[in-house]
């Protein structure tokens, strides 16, 4: 079920039933999901390790566990995002990280390889976060990806702080990878 990419100081790899555990703790911690509308329960998040499981299945790639010699550090990769919005169903690069993992790179350096992978696919890739997490839009910035809306996201509770979400967005034939 997917394939193996490394990078220079990473691996992105298919889920292992071990990563769950980590999985849900860095879903339950609330200063990780400070731009979600909520933590996730073990349920929860057992149920999106299912889901990015099926995606696998389906399309041959997906939200790669990320991890370094250290082991489990979150995920990385390729969403097919399908709420209702005028740029759906588009094709999300993605990322989430354990606290520990911020600060080092690491999902830039690992965006970009599922960047390149995606390109094997669609001719363009997007990205949103909420519009306080300025954290992921320079992750963004970072990859290569340009500022192309603001919108509410659907899914998101009207009135909650994270419904106003930014959209990036990279096309095949103008994205470059960053130099470096």
Do not use: C
């Not at 071990?18 to 200063?31: G, K, L, Q, S, T």
């Not at 990859?143 to 603001?150: A, F, T």
């Amino acid at each position: 079920m997917g394939e193996e990419i490394r990078t220079a100081r990473l691996v992105m790899r298919p889920w292992r039933d071990e990563d769950r555990a980590p999985f849900a703790v860095m879903n339950a911690d609330p200063v990780v999901m400070e731009h979600f509308p909520a933590p996730m329960t073990r349920v929860e998040s057992d149920a999106f390790v299912d889901r990015i499981e099926a995606h696998f299945e389906q399309h041959g790639y997906g939200l790669w566990v990320l991890a370094d010699d250290t082991g489990f550090l979150g995920f990385t990769g390729l969403n097919w995002a399908s709420f209702e919005a005028d740029f759906n169903p588009s094709l999300e690069v993605g990322w989430r990280l354990a606290r520990t993992a911020w600060g080092k790179g690491y999902a830039t350096e690992a965006a970009i390889e599922a960047v390149r992978r995606g390109f094997e696919h669609v001719d363009r890739i997007t990205s949103f976060t909420a519009v306080s997490n300025e954290r992921s839009w320079r992750v963004m910035q970072r990859i290569g990806l340009r500022h192309e809306l603001d919108f509410d996201h659907p899914r998101v509770p009207e009135g909650h702080p994270v419904r106003p979400h930014v959209l990036y967005v990279a096309d095949r034939d103008t994205w470059a990878p960053p130099a470096g």
